[in-house]
């Protein structure tokens, strides 16, 4: 009895708090994404970087059993080599294509033939490649000396110094009203943002091309800024549609969704159109073992959805404060054992963590549909012992973590 009542109150409460919290979002202010940076990034509210790398399929059934592992090991490597200031996500977008080319054709048997299997549904996997910096103001001053010495970037803030200076001669020339005091604010303020987006630059452009020589047997290809703007619009508005944004800058009329928020699942509307979205987490894994055939087999299933791996490095700090932390509340001796060599392998560089978060997002057209969708999506996970749940308390923060500044999240 007191049991049912406490669980009663704990439902309410929850339901009392949520009410406070807004069910409607319009994307135009909650997206942090600023506009084009240059041909390349493109740069948010708080002043960082985004670059995109989308890469091809490569098959894997002419391979042999070594040159299987001689990959594995060089994708391995090239997550231990991301810098703990760059947020990596690992994006495959599943979409439906439609195909129906109506052929002309006088024979009727050949014509019931083509029709019959071009008017089938096919559903193609783009694979993506997210990069993103993460660095904050304190952190920048030691990433500037750092990249000085690796790096062109000390060339370009040298350069960049003196297109300042020579501005700020003509600007002299052409009017006298400004004390001298003012002119060192206003150097002083340039060279800040010049030095902290340059350093972010040549941080992600580093980051980049290292992935891109690593992978090269996948064809990775970088993508533009405006590619890279389409690409967060698809995921706002829930459907793709070609922006040419002339101003470089973000604007109504590029986002104009509004999303509403369910229980467990959320309504994206644009332009008098609804998609239906349910966000599924993996929350447990429940085998000692992690294969990646229940993932092959999710992005061979007719279903369009968003499979989004998050990887963030952690610094030796935050991994062995991460391992402490986990060691004072085990009380197993084994645990404690393999957690103190753990600690030893990072105290000496030789070991290397990362935080990972594995989502998805399913689109559908009807609630119905989405309701099919998710049915086969957790059945399959939760068989392949991947623990998994539909979002609810948890849907809001699954879907604004994937914009920009919302990591956290």
Do not use: W
């Amino acid at each position: 009895m007191l049991e049912s009542a406490l669980k009663y109150c704990k439902e309410k409460v929850i339901d009392l708090l949520a009410g406070f919290v807004p069910k409607t979002y319009s994307m135009a202010q909650e997206c942090n994404i600023l506009g084009l940076y240059d041909d390349t990034f493109i740069i948010t509210k708080q002043e960082n970087l985004v670059g995109i790398i989308s890469l091809q399929g490569l098959s894997y059934s002419n391979l042999m059993q070594k040159d299987l592992e001689g990959y594995f090991d060089t994708r391995q490597n090239v997550l231990n080599t991301i810098s703990k200031d760059i947020q990596l996500r690992i994006v495959a977008k599943r979409r439906k294509e439609f195909i129906n080319q109506s052929p002309n054709i006088d024979n009727i048997y050949a014509k019931a033939i083509i029709t019959q299997f071009e008017s089938k549904e096919i559903y193609k996997t783009e694979y993506f490649l997210v990069f993103e910096t993460i660095t904050s103001n304190v952190k920048s001053f030691f990433e500037k000396k750092k990249l000085e010495m690796t790096t062109s970037i000390n060339e370009e803030l040298e350069e960049s110094s003196k297109e300042d200076k020579q501005e700020n001669e003509n600007s002299s020339n052409e009017t006298h009203s400004n004390t001298s005091c003012e002119k060192d604010k206003k150097n002083k303020f340039k060279k800040k943002i010049t030095f902290s987006a340059t350093s972010k630059r040549a941080l992600l452009i580093q980051t980049i091309e290292r992935v891109k020589n690593a992978l090269k047997e996948f064809k990775p290809t970088l993508l533009n800024s405006k590619e890279v703007l389409n690409f967060y619009a698809e995921y706002i508005n829930g459907k793709y549609i070609a922006f040419n944004p002339k101003l470089k800058r973000l604007s109504d009329s590029y986002i104009a969704s509004n999303v509403h928020f369910k229980k467990d699942y959320f309504v994206i509307e644009f332009q008098n159109q609804n998609t239906f979205c349910a966000c599924v987490g993996i929350k447990a894994y429940e085998s000692e073992e992690i294969s990646s055939l229940p993932i092959s087999t999710l992005l061979h299933t007719q279903i369009e959805l968003d499979l989004i791996f998050h990887i963030r490095s952690l610094g030796q700090f935050e991994s062995l404060n991460f391992l402490k932390t986990k060691k004072k509340l085990t009380l197993s001796k084994i645990v404690k054992a393999d957690i103190d060599n753990y600690i030893e392998l990072v105290q000496a560089n030789r070991l290397s963590m990362q935080e990972c978060a594995l989502n998805l997002v399913i689109k559908a057209k009807s609630k119905a549909k989405l309701d099919k969708s998710l049915k086969e999506i957790l059945s399959l996970l939760n068989n392949a012992g991947l623990g998994s749940v539909t979002e609810t308390i948890g849907l809001k923060p699954s879907y604004f973590s994937f914009l920009r500044e919302c990591n956290y999240l």
